[in-house]
């Protein structure tokens, strides 16, 4: 099992940047793609990106190509959500994960417990 904890989130105003980190720590031996998802107050989660474990194969959602950035350091064993040109509905609360490749909350078994990202207008 992996345990994963974010960090990075705060309040931005529109058009602002943060940088979300996540570190794994316990079974990270495991060669895992890992995902960033987003959960705003009374909306299903949602898939954001994803990157496999080599880093050469990478995978957004629409609503934030262009303006977000996943990337990761596998001796750190921490993966990366450089968000740029913020929105206020880039506001939620931003989950990493770990598993198998996907966009599908379903193929990533490990979680971290949310880091809260809030765009004012």
């Known amino acids: 099992q992996v345990q994963l904890e974010e960090s990075g989130g705060g309040l931005v105003q529109t058009g602002g940047s943060l940088r979300l980190s996540c570190a794994a720590s316990?079974?990270?031996?495991?060669?895992?793609?890992m995902g960033w998802f987003r959960q705003a107050p009374g909306k299903e989660r949602e898939f954001v990106a994803v990157?496999?474990?080599?880093?050469?194969?990478?995978y957004y959602a629409g609503s934030v190509k262009g303006r977000f950035t996943i990337s990761r350091d596998n001796a750190k064993n921490t993966v990366y959500l450089q968000m740029n040109s913020l929105k206020p509905e880039d506001t939620a609360v931003y989950y990493c994960?770990?598993?198998?490749?996907?966009?599908?909350?379903?193929?990533?078994?490990?979680w971290g417990q949310g880091t809260q990202v809030t765009v004012s207008s």
């Open positions: 994960a770990s598993g198998d490749w996907g966009v599908d909350p379903g193929a990533f078994g490990s």
């Open positions: 316990g079974r990270t031996s495991r060669r895992y793609s």
């Open positions: 990157i496999n474990w080599t880093g050469d194969v990478i």
